[in-house]
């Protein structure tokens, strides 16, 4: 596991965005699509920000980019305030030239009996691709990546989660109160999120800094599912110095 500390996050997210314009472009010589896996929350904004100003100021075209969001809240309409879908379009695909049909983020509308099936399919897009290139992560305060709780397995697939009760009350913000915000999501699970070949995890301000403690250098364990990059070839963290202040 590598750490890379910024002296703030927009220096950090620039950086973040020069590596994925370079990857895209790359792809594109190759003429091959380029596989992003990208996460919402506060932690990515800055990044997508700089995408955007990387298309319209630099020209980077998205063209050849497919992409999969890691989780959704469940139940969730997509047109909803709070979703997914609505935060990726207005943080970063309605601004750049990605083709629609290549954004993907899990499906918040589905009946219960259909998730299921729906997660296989997620999985199997992803693999029929031939994986993710390079996956954007934030960080829970409980260590959780995508909605990966506490307690995740290793080898745990894409499904339906109960969202822990720390997870529920930092979102309960957006949801205006507690009893509003779901109680479920669904979300890639761990096991996807290790086979990507390239693992970006952000994390801004001295909030983050135990937890980022724990999972660099505390033990693998289920009960910080971010610890298990430990074990992944090509994951850095990207760190704010207040991210990074409890790091030895
Ligand atoms: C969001 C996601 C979550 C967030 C995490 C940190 O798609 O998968 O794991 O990355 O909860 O959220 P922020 O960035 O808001 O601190």
Not at 188 to 208: F, N, S, T
Request: hydrophobic letters at 40%.
């Amino acid at each position: 596991i590598g750490t890379t500390v910024y002296e703030n996050s927009a220096i950090a997210s620039k950086s973040v965005a020069r590596e994925i314009a370079d990857l895209i472009k790359k792809k594109q010589a190759q003429k091959q699509p380029c596989i992003l896996g990208l996460a919402t929350g506060s932690s990515p904004k800055g990044l997508y920000a700089e995408l955007v100003r990387l298309h319209k100021e630099e020209g980077v075209s998205f063209n050849n980019v497919i992409t999969f969001n890691l989780d959704e809240y469940y139940p969730m309409q997509a047109d909803s305030i709070n979703s997914y879908v609505r935060f990726m379009n207005e943080q970063l695909f309605n601004y750049i030239d990605i083709l629609p049909e290549n954004c993907h983020v899990p499906d918040g509308t589905l009946t219960k009996e259909r998730i299921s099936d729906y997660c296989s399919q997620y999985e199997a897009k992803i693999e029929a691709l031939g994986g993710i290139d390079l996956q954007i992560l934030g960080i829970g305060g409980n260590g959780h990546i995508g909605f990966n709780e506490s307690g995740s397995l290793q080898n745990s697939k894409t499904r339906l989660v109960a969202l822990d009760h720390i997870t529920r009350v930092a979102a309960s913000g957006d949801f205006s109160g507690l009893s509003n915000t779901p109680r479920t999501a669904i979300t890639l699970g761990v096991k996807k999120i290790m086979e990507v070949k390239r693992v970006i995890l952000m994390a801004w301000g001295e909030g983050k800094s135990n937890i980022i403690k724990a999972s660099v250098e505390g033990t693998v364990t289920n009960l910080v599912p971010a610890s298990f990059l430990q074990e992944h070839n090509n994951a850095t963290f990207v760190l704010d110095q207040g991210a990074a202040s409890k790091l030895t």
